[in-house]
């Protein structure tokens, strides 16, 4: 690995020669997808159920 594959920009670059266009638009849908139940999914039962996999998952959050 050189040293500019260690900054963001390298990273970027990297990914760019690595990845095809359908596995970054899959990956921008995924992170989409996230965002998406992160922002507008607040139904009690939902929230509550990832608040208690984020604890499964040995996260703390408060």
């Known amino acids: 690995m050189t040293a500019e594959v260690n900054t963001v920009h390298g990273r970027f670059e990297r990914v760019r020669t690595e990845l095809t266009p359908m596995q970054m638009a899959?990956?921008?849908l995924f992170v989409a997808a996230l965002g998406f139940t992160l922002l507008f999914v607040?139904?009690?039962?939902?929230h509550d159920s990832m608040h208690n996999f984020r604890h499964a998952a040995g996260i703390t959050c408060h």
């Open 42 to 46: 607040q139904e009690p039962l939902v």
């Open 26 to 28: 899959a990956g921008l």
